[in-house]
């Protein structure tokens, strides 16, 4: 549907060398290293804004389906170099004026950002080496452009720092106070949070296998454990710091409740995951009941009981962070941040967050990675 | 009669079955207190006198589940519904921003769906962050919110809302996606062979094809979008609330106000769930599902 | 082999420019063990108001050729027209319409609202779509089950709300991917008798994929034979069978010399590979 004058604008491979001969040619003319950095001489906005209009134009065209030059390389470099110029150029002014050509440089590198990722969503990048790299740097890409932002529109305006520090802020406070976040974790997560999900799922796994033994405990037990997940369970939280006190335990006995349901409910349904047409054979067999458990049943409840201990792994880090709002000895995650807040130390407050972050997913990953290894069978981890 | 014999007696068999450990248990947390009381004052009660005596502290470790029968009915039934004691009250003010924040969180989750399904770039950018970030303990966020939106003068329910929303847009999201791109080859095709448009493809195949995914995801978002809500009371010291009400008992030892509380925030949650269930089933119906 | 593989005598009974024309086609998928050669140097010419049939074992490309004409997918060799236009344009123009080997009737929808669908992705008036529904529910005899949903219907009542589907827009072209292959064989014979009819009725080109060799010939005025690795044409039978089909022609010897013919052209096919 393009005009066919539009679509020479960007078709054409000469299209390319110009990109780089700008990028080549505004490195060289930038006072990089000098402050206040991106106010050069007047006609390098004469670069800047074919640069950005040229930015837009392959991205319209792009959604119109109009088939285009390999640009990534171009981009990708564009990038490279002009972020580290927004960034270094932002301690120039902050909160005054923003230097020639701030704005506009800004939104090119946003936009080439967006352009470099759509770049690699498209076909080439679905398969093979190009497919695994595009996977993860797509993601990656994005999140830096939602960093890169952040920290540009949070300095240029001035945003207070309670409302929301900066990246490099949070960055900085990480980096300086790695002991008391290591305190933390270790009273969190290494005691609260292991000691419960253990307990919890362990709990949840044996009643699982007397519920599966006995028909009427089991017809009992689910609607109940299926109802339950859907309590605020975390509400227990302060019963269990009166009953068990300031420290660890208490939150360990809150994440042994909630961890226990959706272990029940989902070994549960996972012992009867195995076919009938196997539980036939098994009978042939004459196998016993505990023999088909540890043959067949368990084997093939192997994928629910994963799903429950994923969905656990989350779960433990909630209650135990949460628990620790209701009252904690002076090391915590939870207890960090309920008084950080109340301090009005928000990049610890961040900090903290991005380390329960952290330790979340290296959880949940741990798992999945066992997963991998104990469910290789099952065709949702074969087919990749 | 199935019914009856394959779910009513057996859940209210393990039921009842549970309110009796919660008797014993009742008993025998609360009797070290009973004991010194009574040693102290002197006096030797009978066993059952004993028994009868640690079900009816004032301050029990753990009420006897009529303590908290009764206190529910009190705070629930026999108040006025405008009073600051009134179980009703708190149930309606965690209720109300549970409810905004849930129907924003559904409406984001809806959209961000649609563009993932829709836009490649948007797929590839987001989704990972998406399936990541349910394994992140959002609800650490949630007392920073609440201080830093109190900071610049935003309070009451906005913020509680707020945290809601975020905890219920992660599962729509999911499921919606899932949802969107549950049409078979079959279907897509025949919608090519119609030529028909992007906006007409979402509108006549995807969205009724992810309704039943919509619901699904719509009963775990509800449950996260109370939670959210209750958390979202706490660290303000907020005077309205479950959650508020559940902090105020922990600070003067109220057990029994406590698992009132509790038992409220519970039948809010249950009810929440299967209003969702039952609106579920009968669009399920109305849009031709097969009863089951 | 190369005389089975001639391109095709122009159409009995057509004058007119042909309605697809497909010279030297061919379609290959890359996978990851390999190309597959899906289609290979297809000619084949159908003329207005021809019923013809592919047939051919599995793999042999019939079905992947009825998505090339349907721009479902794209050839990699040679050229293709439909109405004298690119399978894509013709798509655009919605000049076709399309059976699915399985129903796929939307669940949420009644069968009314079912044959509706293509109605108001086109844009038509309600007063049109109505009478339209009305129109096509009665070609297909499913008058009566407007207001009922998929499941209500019996497979084979749901695989004719399916043609009615694809007929309510009135294109002249009607392509079959095996539409009947999930039914069983006396509700197929009826099936099959009533399409004759409606071909009868409607004069629209149909083109249908099918691997019973009875039903081929049952209702083709012209057969294609297919056979696999790569997905060629073997043969091009064109019917000696009059308009007017009752069942029990199909014991005729006219009948089975030609059911004979395609036969010998499926082994031709076969002996070929293995």
Redesign the interface.
């Known amino acids: 549907m393009s005009t066919p004058r539009k679509m020479n604008l960007v078709d054409t491979a000469f299209q390319r060398v110009l990109l780089f001969l700008i990028i080549i040619l505004t490195l060289l003319f930038y006072p990089l290293l000098e402050p206040p950095y991106l106010s050069g001489p007047g006609w390098q906005s004469v670069l800047i804004l074919p640069l950005l209009a040229y930015i837009i134009l392959v991205l319209v065209q792009r959604y119109r389906g109009t088939a285009l030059p390999p640009v990534e390389m171009g981009v990708g470099l564009f990038l490279l170099a002009y972020v580290p110029i927004c960034l270094s150029s932002l301690r120039g002014f902050d909160g005054e004026e923003a230097p020639r050509n701030y704005w506009t440089t800004v939104a090119a590198c946003a936009l080439a950002a ?1 352009l470099l ?2 770049l ?3 076909p080439k990048y679905r398969t093979g080496w190009r497919g695994t790299f ?2 993860f740097a ?2 990656a ?3 830096l452009t939602l960093l890169f932002l952040w920290e540009v529109l949070v300095r240029a305006f001035n945003v ?1 720092f ?3 520090p900066p990246p490099s802020a949070i960055g900085v406070r990480i980096a300086n106070s790695l002991p008391v976040l290591a305190a933390d974790v270790n009273q969190t997560i290494f005691k609260a949070v292991f000691a419960g999900y253990a307990m919890g799922c362990a709990a949840g796994f044996v009643v699982a296998i007397l519920a599966d033994r006995f028909l ?2 089991r ?3 689910l ?2 454990g299926n ?1 339950v ?4 369970i ?3 939280a ?2 269990m ?3 068990f006190g300031f420290d660890w335990q208490s939150k360990a006995a809150v994440v042994v409740v909630m961890t226990f349901f959706p272990m029940l409910v989902n070994t549960v349904a996972g012992l009867t995951a195995a076919g009938h047409m196997e539980r036939d054979l098994m009978r042939t067999y004459a196998s016993s009941y505990w023999q088909t458990l540890f043959k067949l049943r368990l084997p093939a409840a192997m994928p629910f009981i994963f799903n429950a201990l994923k969905i656990n ?2 779960l433990a ?2 209650g135990a ?2 628990a620790e ?3 904690t000895p002076v090391v915590g ?2 207890f960090r ?2 008084t950080e ?2 301090r ?1 130390n ?1 990049d610890m ?2 900090a ?2 991005a380390v ?2 952290l330790a ?2 290296v ?3 741990v798992i999945a990675l066992a997963e991998r290894a104990v469910t290789f069978w099952h065709p949702s981890i074969r087919g990749g | 009669m199935d019914r009856l014999r ?2 009513i007696v ?6 009842l079955g549970i309110v009796a450990i919660w008797y014993v248990g009742a008993y025998l ?1 609360n009797a070290p207190f009973q004991r010194d009381l009574d040693r102290r004052a002197g006096e030797t009660p009978t066993f059952s006198e004993f028994v009868a005596k640690t079900m009816t502290q004032p301050k029990p ?2 009420p006897a589940p009529h303590q908290v029968a009764v206190n529910f009915f009190e705070n629930t039934f026999l108040r006025k519904v405008t009073s600051a004691r009134s179980l009703v009250y708190h149930a309606w003010v965690t209720l109300s921003s549970t409810l905004a924040g849930f129907a924003l969180g559904t409406a984001l989750g809806i959209a961000i769906a649609v563009g993932i399904v829709h836009v ?2 948007l ?7 998406i399936i ?1 970030s ?11 919110i609440i ?2 939106l109190a ?2 003068g935003v309070t009451g329910l906005i913020p509680k809302a707020l945290i809601s929303t975020y905890l219920s847009f992660f599962p729509v999201a999911v499921g919606m996606v899932k949802g969107l791109r549950s049409p078979d080859m079959l279907h897509l095709d025949l919608m090519r062979t119609y030529n028909a448009s992007g906006f007409q493809s979402l509108m006549k195949l995807r969205l009724p094809a992810s309704v039943p995914y919509l619901f699904a995801s719509m ?1 775990v978002a509800v ?1 996260a979008s ?2 959210g809500a ?2 979202g009371e ?2 303000t010291g907020a005077v309205a609330g ?2 508020a009400k ?2 105020n ?2 600070y003067y ?1 109220q ?1 029994i106000d ?2 009132s ?2 038992l409220a ?2 039948l809010v ?2 009810m ?2 299967m209003t969702v269930d039952v609106v579920g089933r009968s669009v399920e119906r109305a849009m031709g599902a097969r009863p089951s | 082999m190369n005389a089975l593989a001639s391109p095709t005598q122009p159409a009995t009974a057509t004058v007119t420019a042909p309605v697809i024309e497909a010279t030297g086609l061919g379609l290959t998928f890359e996978t990851g063990d390999g190309p597959v050669h899906a289609l290979s140097n297809v000619d084949l010419a159908i003329g207005k108001g021809e019923f013809v049939s592919f047939i051919g074992p599995s793999g042999c490309g019939k079905t992947t050729f009825l998505r090339v004409i349907a721009d479902l997918e794209q050839p990699t060799a040679g050229r293709i027209t439909v109405n004298g236009m690119s399978p894509e344009e013709a798509r655009r123009q919605r000049a076709y319409g399309y059976v699915f080997q399985a129903a796929g009737l939307f669940p949420w929808r009644t069968i009314e609202r079912n044959v509706a669908l293509p109605l108001e992705i086109m844009g038509y008036s309600k007063a049109e779509v109505a009478q339209r529904i009305a129109r096509t529910l009665d070609l297909v005899n499913l008058t009566g089950f407007e207001k009922k949903f998929p499941w209500q219907l019996s497979g084979g009542m749901q695989q004719r709300a399916s043609i009615a589907r694809a007929l309510a827009f009135d294109a002249d072209l009607l392509l079959m991917d095996e539409p009947f292959g999930a039914l069983d064989e006396i509700v197929r014979d009826h099936l099959n008798e009533q399409l004759l009819q409606l071909w009868d009725r409607t004069n629209k080109t149909i083109c249908f994929v099918t691997h019973s060799i009875p039903e081929a010939v049952y209702l083709s005025t012209k057969i294609v034979v297919m056979s696999p690795r790569p997905g060629r044409v073997t043969d091009v039978i064109d019917s000696t069978l009059p308009k007017e089909r009752p069942l029990d022609i199909r014991e005729t010897p006219e009948f089975l010399a030609i059911a004979a013919r395609v036969r010998d052209g499926l082994r031709a096919g076969h002996s070929y590979e293995d």
């Open positions: 967006w990722n759509d690699l969503s498209g595009a996977k797509v993601p890409i994005f999140s207070p309670v409302l929301l009427f405990l017809r009992g037990l609607p109940i109802m997940s859907a309590l605020p975390i509400g227990i302060p019963i710091v009166m009953w792994s989350t880090l909630i962070i949460v709002f209701f009252g995650m939870g941040i309920s807040v109340g009005m928000v407050v961040w903290e967050i329960a972050a979340g997913s959880f949940y990953g | 394959d779910k057996p859940v209210t068999a393990i039921l947390m470790t753990l490649a770039t797929d590839r950018s987001l989704m990972p962050w990541a349910q394994t992140i303990p959002i609800l650490a966020l949630a007392p920073m201080v830093v900071a610049i009963k449950a109370l939670v209750i958390v706490l660290p479950i959650g559940l902090l008992g922990s030892s057990t406590m698992f509380a509790l925030g519970s949650a249950i929440l769930v």
